[in-house]
C-alpha cells in the first residue's frame, strides 16, 4: 500500500525478495498538469510494469475493496506512504495485520513531515522505521529501524531519496524475518515523542530576524515545497523571491533582511545573527538562478532591506 516515489523502493524490494505481492493498493488518479487530465501515482506505473494487480478505492471501508482484498487472502499489508487511514475493519483481513514505513527514529518526529523537520531543526540523524500499523498515527510498536546520517548538503528532496531506499531495505527486512518467526516487536517510549507536523505555505516565510543557521536549515528543510520566500524591497516592486538554498556566515552587522553584498558572484544576507549566502534563488514569475545571474538580471544594492511587506 503506497503512493509516491517514495513508496516505490519498498515495492522493489518486496518484488526482488521473492514475496507474493497479492495486490498494490494505491491512491486514485488525480488531474494534474495544464488540461487537468487523470494522472496515475508513481506507485500504479510501476506495479503495471511489474504485472501486479492494482486498487485504486477511494474509501477502504467500502463493500467491494473489502470483499476484492477477502478474497485475496493477505497474510500482511506492507505500507508506504499509502497517504490515507487505515481502518480496523480494513486492516483486520489480514491475520498479521500491518507493518509501516516511516521516516524518522520513532518515537521522534511523528507526524506528516518528519523529513522537513529534522533539517529544520538541523539534526545531523535520521532515519528510518518500520512499525506496527495503530489506531494512533506512528504509535505502533517497532519492528525495525535503520539511521541515516543528514548531509550538509542534503535538502528534503535529496534526503528523502536516500531514506527511501534505506527504508525499501528494512521493510523487504522485517517482512522475511516476520515470515521466519525471527523478530518481535518492542513498543515505543512515549517519554522520547516529539512531532513533526504538517507544513503550510506560510511556514516558508524567512523571518531575517532569526539566526542565519536557523535560516539556511529552514530553507533545506522546506525545498521544494513549500519553500522559503521573502520579497524584494517596495521600490522594486515587492515582488516574491525565494530562496532554494543558502548557507550561513559568521558576519556581524547590519539589519536583520539587510543586503550586506551583492557583486559578481555574492549575494549576502544579514539575519538576526550572523548572515546568510544565497546561492541559488528564483524572482517571482521568473526561472531558478545562480546568486551571480541573478544579480546580473536584478542588481541588488548594499543597505536595501528584504522581507515581507506590511499586510
Not at 12 to 28: D, K, M, N, Q, S
Not at 39 to 49: A, F, H, L, N
Not at 97 to 109: F, V, W
Not at 176 to 182: D, I, L, T, V
Amino acid at each position: 500500500m503506497g503512493t509516491p516515489e517514495f513508496a516505490l523502493a519498498g515495492l522493489e524490494r518486496l518484488a526482488a525478495g521473492g514475496f507474493e505481492i497479492a495486490a498494490v493498493i494505491t491512491r486514485p488518479d488525480r488531474p494534474a498538469g495544464r488540461g487537468r487530465k487523470p494522472s496515475p501515482p508513481p506507485v500504479k506505473i510501476r506495479s503495471r510494469e511489474l504485472g501486479l494487480r492494482i486498487f485504486q478505492p477511494a474509501d477502504l471501508a467500502g463493500p467491494e475493496i473489502l470483499a476484492a482484498v477477502r478474497e485475496l487472502g493477505p497474510d500482511l499489508f506492507v505500507v508506504s506512504a499509502y497517504g490515507r487511514f487505515i481502518p480496523s475493519v480494513f486492516l483486520g483481513l489480514a491475520p498479521r495485520g500491518g507493518i509501516n514505513l516511516h521516516p524518522s527514529l520513532l518515537p521522534r518526529y511523528r507526524g506528516a513531515a518528519p523529513i522537513q523537520w529534522a533539517l529544520i531543526n538541523g539534526e545531523e540523524e535520521t532515519g528510518v522505521s518500520v512499525i506496527s500499523v495503530a489506531e494512533k498515527m506512528d504509535t505502533g510498536e517497532i519492528w525495525g529501524q535503520k539511521a541515516v546520517a543528514i548531509r550538509p548538503e542534503d535538502n528534503a528532496e535529496t534526503l528523502s531519496g536516500r531514506l527511501a531506499g534505506a527504508g525499501g531495505n528494512l521493510l523487504a527486512e522485517v517482512a522475511g524475518k516476520m515470515e521466519r518467526g525471527e523478530i518481535a516487536p518492542r513498543p515505543q517510549d512515549e517519554s522520547r515523542a516529539t512531532y513533526a507536523p504538517r507544513l503550510k505555505k506560510e511556514d516558508g516565510r524567512i523571518d531575517w530576524s532569526r539566526p542565519g543557521e536557523e535560516i539556511a536549515n529552514r530553507v533545506r528543510g522546506l525545498y521544494p515545497w513549500p519553500g522559503t520566500f521573502t520579497r524584494l524591497p517596495a521600490a522594486r516592486g515587492g515582488l516574491i523571491l525565494k530562496i532554494i538554498s543558502a548557507e550561513p556566515l559568521t558576519l556581524s552587522g547590519g539589519r536583520p533582511g539587510e543586503v550586506r553584498r551583492a557583486e559578481k558572484e555574492e549575494l549576502v544576507i544579514a539575519a538576526g545573527e550572523g548572515a546568510l549566502k544565497v546561492r541559488r534563488l528564483q524572482l517571482e514569475g521568473k526561472q531558478p538562478h545562480q546568486a551571480g545571474e541573478f544579480l546580473r538580471g536584478c542588481p541588488l544594492s548594499p543597505g536595501e532591506v528584504l522581507g515581507l511587506s506590511a499586510g
